[in-house]
């Protein structure tokens, strides 16, 4: 166990380093306070949900892998896993769920049949918790996304059949948001595209557009339901042409008046989205973020605290807009534990609004509009040594959750009592059983 007092001392020394350099760690962490992390239900049973025993992610473009035991596969052990991670948080977090994730008591609901009264128990769950939630529809591990074109499918059928899913999503979100007092971001993604080059590029776009249109044709009030689109560069199955592009949905969210979700893991290697922050929000309200990790053509690795995480929050609070960029978390690793996965990966963005929020920005401001950019870069430089991790620790103290390594111990007992006592279904195993 990290010593009380120990974290005490070394948040005052601190507090003393910062305070020298105009900063006050006390007001930071009540800003910090306020930044509410959207954890992802999926990481917990790697995208596969509760509409069928065993279900599992399918296509898409999006894939898991791993085999860590213990992945969550009833609504009570999901619950559990969640409300563990939270423990293991300082501050309030949200919850964001997908449609796959009703409370479906072992119906077969098709997509184009959920209800409010399939998520209510989330709901009353989320009351309890006093948090609030995000959502989103799943157009994905269907047979009528197997072609890869959902509501841009050329097949109006399967595009109708979409546009009633997605339609549904919004109505239960909005419900959410009326019911918890928070609004609910309801974010959709598409997993439309094609492996090859195509030759209709433009067909695809267009109905896809119609859709959004048709799908957005009900209003909901603001302060219960927004409404969010996600673009993407490629998937697996979609190298050669993404429907929703980023051009695509920024188009559409500046015309419409949409959120713009920005997945840290959807656009080229060595493009930032903390750089497209500010530019978006000239012409947006609000954006959502989806952190994530790319590594090399996969974009779903568990957050850790490089660059990337730091541009973002840096960003996000320069600009002065905490409140009008929305942060979730997306990745999905079942090669460790995923409840572990989870904390790490929200740990790691707190801990960048904290490394942002003790920047003492205005000095390095008045440095940039002086010219003086070597003593701009020589305290960008001094401020990654400035003891931050003093800081969260301290945080960590004040919420009454394990502050440094302790965590990990609780991840470890954790594995060991709950975890490893769940019945352990894994491709292989399942094929034997599927083979008997
Ligand atoms: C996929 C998108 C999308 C999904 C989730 C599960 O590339 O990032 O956000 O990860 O909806
Ligand atoms: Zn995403």
């Not at 209709?200 to 603001?222: Q, W």
């Not at 903390?274 to 996969?298: A, P, T």
């Amino acid at each position: 166990m990290i010593d009380k007092k120990a974290i005490e001392n070394e948040y005052q020394n601190a507090k003393a380093q910062y305070s020298a350099l105009g900063v006050n760690t006390n007001e930071v962490l009540s800003k910090l306070d306020k930044i509410n992390i959207s954890l992802h239900c999926w990481q917990a049973d790697d995208v596969g949900g509760f509409e069928t025993p065993d279900a599992e992610l399918g296509g898409g473009g999006i894939q898991v892998t791993g085999n860590c035991q213990g992945k969550a596969k009833t609504i009570g052990q999901l619950r559990n896993d969640i409300e563990k991670a939270m423990s293991l948080l300082p501050g309030k977090q949200r919850l964001n769920l997908h449609a796959i994730y009703g409370d479906f008591e072992g119906k077969k609901i098709d997509r184009d049949q959920i209800e409010v009264k399939h998520f209510q128990s989330w709901i009353d769950w989320a009351k309890r918790l006093g948090i609030g939630m995000d959502f989103n529809p799943t157009c994905f591990s269907h047979p009528y996304a197997d072609d890869n074109f959902t509501l841009s499918s050329k097949d109006r059928v399967i595009r109708n059949f979409w546009i009633e899913h997605v339609k549904r999503t919004r109505k239960i979100a909005a419900e959410m948001g009326k019911q918890l007092g928070t609004p609910v971001i309801n974010n959709i993604w598409i997993p439309d595209g094609s492996k090859d080059t195509p030759v209709d590029r433009n067909t695809h776009r267009t109905l896809l557009k119609e859709s959004l249109d048709e799908i957005f044709s009900e209003e909901y009030p603001k302060k219960y339901l927004k409404d969010s689109v996600e673009s993407k560069l490629f998937g697996i199955g979609s190298e050669s042409m993404v429907v929703g592009s980023h051009e695509f949905y920024m188009g559409y969210a500046v015309k419409n008046n949409k959120l713009i979700c920005l997945d840290s893991g959807h656009f080229h290697p060595t493009e930032q989205i903390g750089d497209k922050i500010s530019s978006l929000l000239q012409f947006v309200e609000e954006l959502l973020l989806h952190v994530s990790r790319g590594v090399r053509w996969d974009s779903d690795h568990v957050v850790i605290f490089n660059d990337e995480i730091q541009l973002i929050a840096q960003e996000i609070v320069r600009a002065n807009v905490l409140d009008r960029v929305n942060i979730g978390l997306d990745y999905f690793d079942g090669s460790l534990n995923r409840i572990g996965a989870l904390v790490i990966g929200a740990r790691a963005t707190q801990l960048a609004f904290l490394f942002a929020l003790l920047e003492p920005t205005k000095m390095l401001k008045e440095f940039e509009e002086s010219g003086k950019n070597f003593e701009r870069l020589a305290f960008l430089e001094l401020l990654k040594t400035k003891p931050f991790g003093a800081v969260y620790d301290y945080y960590c103290l004040i919420n009454n959750v394990p502050a440094g390594e302790d965590y990990i111990k609780e991840i470890q007992k954790y594995e060991v009592d709950v975890l490893s006592k769940r019945t352990p279904v894994n491709n292989l195993s399942k094929k034997l059983m599927e083979a008997d």
